[in-house]
């Protein structure tokens, strides 16, 4: 906290900063310390008001504390739904089926989906049990509403792997994502994502090895090379895009949930 107020100031410039994937300073990386009860949500709460009666006070600042609020929000969430936040119809209770594919699931976690982005932060999450905001909402969309496949089995690897693991947070979240909340479901599309977030292919490359001789934000789309830029380039042994499954969508759509273009 010392660090991201004090030091360098990055809490006043957090709102332009905070959909970014790569380094340290987009977001606070409070996330591990707060899940393990090293810091309270208070005490961030606190300094950051004393750093905007000290230093400044902006949108960034109050974006801060406006994201520890959606922290405390799933924890009331659970305390209401219980145990239906596990549960593969998630608090709407939903009827219809996610689809079981091993396959698809393990290319998922392996980060051997063919989609670029998604695949990038599932190996960072692998190599380092950490993924941004903006990676989680992605991956987690594609799983349950392209893919169709159980949301569950991608909260349960989060779980498995998270550094900041939060029963409330994960399962929360997750289960928004699928969209079983009653809210409205936030559909990624995770190619025009990665243009909008990671314009030049910076991540991709830094994190999937047979993109890395691939320029620019070609690096997003891989598919358009021809079969003699692909060897030429060495990017032969990524694999084709998994397709998009069934059964998820419907119970997405279960009891009046709106879908929208997603957060920004
Ligand atoms: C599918 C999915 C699973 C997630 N699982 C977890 C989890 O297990 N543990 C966890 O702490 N966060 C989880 N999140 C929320 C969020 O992605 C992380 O809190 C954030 O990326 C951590 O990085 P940061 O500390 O730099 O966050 P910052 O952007 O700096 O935000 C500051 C703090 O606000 C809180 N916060 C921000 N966004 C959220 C959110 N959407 N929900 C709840 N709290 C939030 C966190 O405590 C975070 O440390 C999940 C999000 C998604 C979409």
Same mark, same amino acid.
């Given at each position: 906290?010392?660090?991201?107020?004090?030091?360098?100031?990055?809490?006043?410039?957090?709102?332009?900063?905070?959909?970014?994937? #790569?380094?340290?300073?987009?977001?606070?990386?409070?996330?591990?310390?707060?899940?393990?009860?090293?810091?309270?949500?208070?005490?961030?709460?606190?300094?950051?008001?004393?750093?905007?009666?000290?230093?400044?006070?902006?949108?960034?600042?109050?974006?801060?504390?406006?994201?520890?609020?959606?922290?405390?929000?799933?924890?009331?969430?659970? #305390?209401?739904?219980?145990?239906?936040?596990?549960?593969?119809? $998630?608090?709407?209770?939903?009827?219809?089926?996610?689809?079981?594919?091993?396959?698809?699931?393990?290319?998922?976690?392996? $980060?051997?989906?063919?989609?670029?982005?998604?695949?990038?932060?599932?190996?960072?999450?692998?190599?380092? $049990?950490?993924?941004?905001?903006?990676?989680?909402?992605?991956?987690?969309?594609?799983?349950?509403?392209?893919?169709?496949?159980?949301?569950?089995?991608?909260?349960?690897?989060? @779980?498995?792997?998270?550094?900041?693991?939060?029963?409330?947070?994960?399962? &929360?979240?997750?289960?928004?994502?699928?969209?079983?909340?009653? $809210?409205?479901?936030?559909?990624?599309?995770?190619?025009?994502?990665?243009?909008?977030?990671?314009?030049?292919?910076?991540?991709?490359?830094?994190?999937?090895? @047979?993109?890395?001789?691939?320029?620019?934000?070609?690096?997003? @789309?891989?598919?358009?090379?021809?079969?003699? @830029?692909?060897?030429?380039? &060495?990017?032969?042994?990524?694999?084709?895009? #998994?397709?998009?499954?069934?059964?998820?969508?419907?119970?997405?759509?279960?009891? &009046?949930?709106?879908?929208?273009?997603?957060?920004?």
């Amino acid at each position: 906290m010392k660090h991201y107020l004090w030091d360098t100031d990055l809490v006043a410039k957090y709102f332009g900063l905070r959909n970014g994937m #790569l380094g340290e300073d987009y977001s606070t990386k409070l996330s591990a310390h707060l899940a393990h009860g090293c810091i309270s949500p208070r005490r961030i709460y606190h300094e950051i008001r004393r750093y905007e009666q000290e230093r400044t006070a902006n949108k960034s600042t109050y974006w801060v504390v406006f994201e520890l609020a959606w922290r405390d929000f799933f924890r009331f969430f659970t #305390l209401k739904h219980g145990n239906r936040i596990f549960q593969a119809g $998630g608090t709407v209770r939903a009827a219809g089926a996610w689809r079981r594919d091993a396959d698809a699931l393990r290319r998922w976690k392996e $980060g051997r989906t063919g989609w670029p982005l998604v695949d990038a932060n599932m190996r960072e999450l692998a190599s380092t $049990g950490f993924m941004s905001n903006r990676g989680r909402q992605n991956v987690a969309s594609i799983l349950a509403l392209d893919f169709g496949l159980d949301w569950r089995a991608g909260a349960d690897h989060f @779980e498995s792997l998270l550094v900041d693991y939060d029963v409330s947070s994960n399962w &929360g979240n997750w289960v928004a994502a699928a969209g079983l909340t009653g $809210g409205r479901v936030n559909k990624f599309n995770v190619v025009k994502q990665g243009f909008d977030y990671d314009p030049d292919g910076e991540y991709v490359r830094t994190w999937i090895q @047979e993109l890395r001789n691939v320029e620019g934000s070609t690096a997003l @789309e891989p598919w358009v090379l021809s079969a003699a @830029e692909r060897r030429k380039l &060495g990017t032969e042994d990524y694999p084709e895009r #998994l397709q998009a499954g069934r059964g998820g969508q419907a119970a997405a759509r279960g009891r &009046g949930a709106k879908r929208a273009r997603g957060w920004g």
